[in-house]
């Protein structure tokens, strides 16, 4: 039973994977953004505009809201709920990887990418975070796959144009999850290699009329919607989401020229010393038969999808650690297919890279005291130090075990074991992540809230505001005094804020009841003015009152 194996293996990954997600606590700004996105629409009612905490949203399109309403109407809402999706398309982006890789060089190779793309830290993570970039990545993964199952000389001419329409509906999913760089990736990787190649063949058979066709078939319904519904749309999201974004520092997100490196090395750990495996020149010489011309055209087409999502990101004017994820199951294919004629030595070499870094990290981690600061105490530190010390302890394990597989020239288990053992290593520290992120989550204050509101209380975030309190308040907030990315709907629908910190005060002694989340330097402010407040939550970053 030759699929016995595979299925092992998967069922294997899919239960270390979807383990952990609903154990930790959602964190602001973007696990709530998204997860507040989708809980408006599903409880609103409304499919077609996005409202973030009740206010008009217009920075991104409306699949992955979809997706998350979808997870809580079939889950109840909860923070399993809200991180399913992201975990799944993370997941269902590994299987891509590993099928892909099997097609075009064997089950074998097929096995190793699978484990090599899962472990990558950067798809493991983000993954497993409530963020638009693990779906993003999933249709932009399929549209790289597709495409090199198409050009495969082993698949027949039918079923060459069935992978490439399905390289449109991946296209189209990813522009409706993240906007134009859905078809900016494949399209600029499409230019680069026609020119590295100085062949046009890859244009030739793209399918145009009926892609486009299918491709619009899928996208147009909703811009078109939301556009007729909302005149502001289009500028905001076509020109300021893109252009202005890219172009300037408008969103106040720039870094250095070298801002993606250090990144791309974590990132792609344990496989980071695996990246310098010789990728450009073959380790021994090729024919020029069809299957190396095509072999040699696959290499490149991972190059040039991998390089231009690092160069494109790393001179936008807009930066984010989690935009280069588009280019992790590229490397992930191009570490797997050249470990197909690399030495065990060589192997082994590679793995010194993660060893090195998981003893940095458990060396870093006895020095726990050092990271401590007023917004991060030692008792919220103490937790990831341990976590990182046993993280350590269960990866060289893993290390180990590979390192005497490799020995034996037995490389696929060496790299499921050392893929394995970083995969629950890294799933120790982000669980341990929970004690910190209580500081950024809206949980334990919107706990402490539970018993002073009713349906008619209305609750402030005045100057301050948490992405994820709407999600446990199971509410809206009204914002005092706060604008960030909500300066838009702020500006098309006004009465929904209030502009000033007087107009706060104002409804605070009107209201019977109310409650407000602030900072600290607020709520001193307030207390000085005479505001009366009782303190209900309070911890280094953040207050929360009621109304005595």
């Not at 199951?329 to 470990?339: F, G, N, S, T, Y």
């Not at 809206?476 to 098309?492: C, S, T, W």
Request: proline letters at 5%.
């Amino acid at each position: 039973m030759p699929w016995l194996l595979p299925a092992a293996c998967i069922g294997l990954l899919a239960l270390v994977w979807f383990s952990t997600i609903g154990m930790r606590a959602l964190v602001s700004p973007d696990e709530g953004r998204y997860a507040s996105l989708s809980l408006g629409m599903l409880h609103s009612g409304d499919w077609i505009t996005p409202r973030l905490n009740g206010i008009l949203y217009f920075e991104k399109p409306v699949l992955q809201y979809w997706l998350g309403a979808l997870a809580f109407k079939l889950f109840g809402v909860s923070e399993f709920a809200a991180r399913l999706w992201p975990a799944l398309a993370g997941f269902l982006t590994v299987l891509a990887v590993g099928f892909t890789a099997g097609r075009l060089w064997g089950r074998e190779t097929g096995l190793r990418a699978l484990a090599i793309c899962a472990s990558m830290t950067w798809v493991l993570g983000n993954s497993l975070y409530l963020t638009l970039d693990a779906g993003l990545t999933l249709w932009l993964t399929l549209a790289l796959c597709t495409m090199l199952l198409a050009r495969d000389p082993a698949t027949d001419a039918a079923a060459s144009r069935h992978w490439v329409l399905a390289a449109w509906v991946a296209m189209a999913l990813a522009v409706l999850t993240k906007g134009l760089v859905g078809l900016l990736i494949p399209g600029a990787t499409l230019v680069i290699l026609s020119l590295w190649e100085r062949d046009l063949s890859w244009w030739r058979g793209m399918r145009w009329l009926p892609g486009s066709l299918l491709f619009l078939a899928i996208t147009a319904p909703w811009f078109v919607a939301v556009s007729m519904r909302n005149p502001d749309f289009a500028r905001f999201f076509f020109i300021h989401e893109h252009f202005t974004r890219f172009l300037t520092h408008s969103h106040h997100r720039e870094g250095a020229w070298w801002y993606y490196v250090p990144l791309l090395l974590a990132g792609a750990l344990p496989w980071t010393g695996a990246l310098a495996l010789p990728v450009f020149r073959p380790a021994q010489p090729e024919a020029d038969d069809v299957r190396a011309v095509a072999l040699r055209s696959q290499r490149r087409a991972l190059l040039a999808w991998a390089g231009f999502v690092f160069l494109f990101f790393s001179v936008s004017g807009s930066k984010l650690p989690s935009y280069i994820l588009p280019m992790f199951p590229a490397l992930a294919l191009l570490v797997a297919e050249r470990l197909r004629t690399a030495r065990s030595q060589v192997v082994r070499g590679a793995l010194l890279v993660p060893i090195a870094m998981w003893l940095l990290a458990l060396l870093a981690s006895t020095q726990a005291s050092r990271f401590t600061s007023a917004n991060s105490p030692l008792d919220v530190i103490m937790p990831m130090a341990h976590a990182v010390r046993a993280g350590a302890g269960l990866f060289l394990l893993g290390a180990v075990a590979a390192w005497l597989l490799l020995r034996r020239e037995r490389t696929t288990s060496a790299i499921w074991s050392l893929a394995l053992c970083h995969i629950v290593a890294t799933l120790v520290v982000l669980q341990s992540h929970d004690s910190f992120g209580q500081l950024k989550s809206g949980e334990r204050p919107a706990h402490a809230l539970a018993s002073y509101l009713d349906a008619n209380t209305p609750v402030f975030a005045v100057r301050s505001y948490d992405q994820t309190l709407p999600f446990y308040l199971r509410r809206d907030i009204v914002l005092a005094d706060y604008e960030d990315e909500f300066e838009l709907g702020q500006g098309i629908e006004p009465g929904k804020s209030l502009q000033r910190i007087e107009d706060f005060v104002a409804r605070w002694a009107q209201a019977p009841k109310a409650a407000a989340y602030m900072s600290q330097a607020t709520w001193q402010e307030l207390a000085q003015r005479g505001v009366p407040m009782r303190v209900v939550y309070r911890d280094t970053r953040r207050v929360v009152v009621v109304k005595p």
